[in-house]
């Protein structure tokens, strides 16, 4: 059984889940804190390959099975699609030349069966009276169509792709026995293969690069070599990458104009085409060509060229008028090929049903008590907070995806912390305002500043100088950086001693104060408790800086900032 055409290298998966905000069918499951493909829900377009910031998302190697085929077959030929012209321009000969480097027996066009397949379609029209038909060529639509809108199967034209057909005559023209290898823009292709026996194994042009310079080959337009196309070039078919390409091939077939041809791309734009069309077709036959790459296929993930989208329609309309106009093109009368296939053998995608109770103990579970709560930050990929509870409920994701929910619970564990600390902790930010305080702190201020927490627990907001006689210590730290250990203050007639250290510096600021009476007592405390929340605590501290920035980096600093002061004192 293959391995299937994406998947994830775990180990470098950062869990940012911009795969899964980028995937068009959420095709991926978060397992402790990393990130998966979901076979039965992807439809190997192959976007999260190219979005994802750590390159996890890896594509299938072909190039060590395209090896051993050549080991093992005595001919195996290469079925290079059309849109080899955006990749490496328009002058082939050189490419070809690099190619049988390799050891391949000869190079053929995909887009000769590109040809036959729209002659067939072409046929197939003309007998149609209404009806709305989707063209069969770009594999990732079809696997959309057959996963996730199984009411428009039956409205798939059954005929194989140009990948497949070309594969049948090619083992036509050179026997069963040979090998053919694929090499073209789409990952969706990978698939395609392993479930056909025509094509035995298909290469992006990434690998095909790869491979080319793991062997040292270098393409040289400039050779002399004269390698061409077998069993020659291909004609019309050579337009096929582009939008609408296959349906210029079409009409040439079909000029009766008793059809109507759309195109779209883009996966946003096929989805919205196959929402709108059970009501289209009435009066005459429709067809669409769909195709998943925005602009198609010259645009492809297993593309390299990094040339800009104008230039390589330019490539490939040069070259599509060059093969037009060229009269030395000598086409064979070929025969009628068997091409017909149906789409049957895949199984939908059922989207689970869950009761409004579940839902909401999955929303609870996030802290999502009301619907007020539901921020839809998207921040964990989902589009909605409800998308993520069902994607909690199918086992796809966890909760310590949501952002906003794994920094209300950093903020509760830290205010706990300073609720159990034994001394007097609060935290100044530049504006000399109260961040934080804890009980204790006011407790050791005297009555009316215990008064005043009560009111309004943690003192957020409270103004710097009503906070008793040392407030210009803190502003001296705010100011210059400087920290304090061990000050000794009179507050209310109490010995205490003060200590200010930099959690940000010039920016925040922690005060932490304690009854000069049995000092070292509560420096034990302080430091045994303070390390058993950090060993705690640290994942999820570690995981909110990572998604919020400096400012989740807070809690983290400031417990570490406790226990050196400690070990400074300590010293």
Known sequence: MHLKPIYTETNDCKDCYKCIRECPTKAIKVTDNRASVVDSLCIYCGHCVAICPSNAKKVRDGISRAKQLLKEKEQVYVSLAPSFTAEYGNQSKGLLNAIQQLGFTAISETALGAQEVSKQVSNYLKIRQTGVYISSACPVVVELIRKYYPEHTMAITPYMSPMLTHGRMLKHWYGDNI????????????????????????LTFKELNDWLESENIQINNNSSSDVNFQPYQAKEGVIYPLDGGMVETIKQENNSGESTFMSFTGQNMVR????????????????????????????????????NIASKHLNIQCNYTQRQSCSSNTILEEPSYNIER?????????????????????????GKNNVSDELNCSGCGYDTCRDFALALLNGNAETAMCVSYMRMVAHHKATILLQKIPSGVV?????????????NFARLLGTETEMCYEANPGMRGADLDKLGSFTKLFRTALLTGKEYYDLPVVENDKSLQLSIFNIQKHKLVTGIIQSAQQPEFRKEIIEKRTREVINKNMETVQKIAFLLGENASY?????????????????
């Open 427 to 439: 935290i100044i930010d530049d504006n000399y305002k109260v961040l934080e305080m804890n009980a």
């Open 179 to 202: 090998g053919v290898v694929f090499i073209g823009p789409c990952i969706g292709k990978k698939c395609e293969a392993d479930d056909s026996d025509l094509i035995d194994v298909s």
């Open 342 to 366: 149906d789409f049957f053998n895949i199984e939908t995608v059922e989207s689970k049903q869950f009761k409004a109770d579940e839902i909401k103990s999955a929303l609870q579970s996030i």
């Open 555 to 571: 809690t983290d600093s400031l417990l570490n900032s406790i226990l050196d002061s400690q070990n400074q004192d300590n010293a």
């Open 272 to 307: 919205n085409a196959l929402n709108n069309i059970d009501q289209l077709g009435k009066d005459a036959p429709l067809f669409l060509e769909l195709l998943a790459c925005e602009t198609g296929c010259l645009n492809g993930p297993g593309m390299s060229c990094n040339s």
